[in-house]
């Protein structure tokens, strides 16, 4: 099998009823772009059969990697794994559920050729399109969390935490090599380490759908936000 070109990172907690169609879905695209890809899951500490499904995949031309944690480590734990065991040239790291459809990276990878050396997804750009967008509520906390967010790091970047983003990998491993955040603002971290050290960082719209049910428990996570985002912006 070629080297990859293409490494897309998952991290998966519990996802064995939602992976498999994700797994059809990136497959089916790399074939048909020709495009010689690898797709990386990691498991972190899934007790419902996401690993077994996994190994039972037949990814055709795809080239299908598993790594596992015994527990459960955070979503930036898994993230980092995935990136840092990969191998192709760039790296695109998205959700199990994959809101964002993988043909969204179509948006993306020109930016990547044109010198940039990450891209991330935005919902928040006026080009992107929320079909369906989150419930009001959670509209609502996640406007709050932005607002909190761009007044104490990353002022110039609308949206952090869509879970679709395009690293170089020389790139990702710089960064990922000096992740701390486990959990969900594993994203602001890495993010703010890449404005630290000068990487053109280019935000672009994309499709994005709500998949329910999510993982995220709003306010139990919100509740991590502040002490969190300072520690990060002490270290800027």
């Known amino acids: 099998m070629p080297a990859a070109e293409l490494s897309i990172v998952i991290p998966a907690y ?27 899951v990691v498991d972190d500490g899934s007790t419902d059969g ?10 055709g031309p795809v080239a299908l990697r598993l790594l596992t944690n015994p527990t459960n480590r955070g979503k930036g734990h898994a993230v980092r794994q995935g990136m840092l065991a990969a191998a192709g040239h760039v790296l695109l790291m998205c959700d199990a559920d994959l809101s964002t459809p993988i043909e969204e990276l179509d948006k993306l990878r ?38 909190l ?25 710089d960064l990922f090599s000096r992740l701390t955040v486990d959990g969900w603002l594993f994203d602001c971290e890495v993010l703010a380490l890449a404005a630290r050290a000068g990487y053109r960082i280019k935000e672009v719209g994309v499709t994005w759908r709500h998949v329910p049910p999510s993982r995220v ?7 991590t936000a502040v002490p969190t985002l300072l520690k990060l912006r002490g270290r800027a």
Not at 159 to 165: E, L, P, S, Y
Not at 217 to 223: A, C, I, K
């Open 110 to 147: 020109p930016w990547l050729d044109a010198g940039y050396d990450i891209v991330i997804g935005s919902r928040d750009l006026p080009d992107a399109r929320l079909a369906p967008p989150q419930p009001w509520p959670r509209r609502r906390l996640a406007a709050l969390f932005r607002a």
């Open 14 to 40: 519990n996802e064995a009823r939602r992976l498999g169609t994700t797994l059809e879905h990136l497959r089916d695209y790399a074939t048909r772009c020709g495009t010689a890809t690898e797709i990386v």
């Open 50 to 59: 996401t690993a077994d499904l996994v190994r039972g995949f037949d990814a």
């Open 217 to 223: 428990r709003v306010w139990r996570t919100m509740l």
């Open 149 to 173: 967010r761009r007044r104490l790091i990353l002022p110039h970047v609308l949206d952090t935490q869509c879970g679709f983003k395009l690293f170089r990998q020389e790139v990702a491993r």
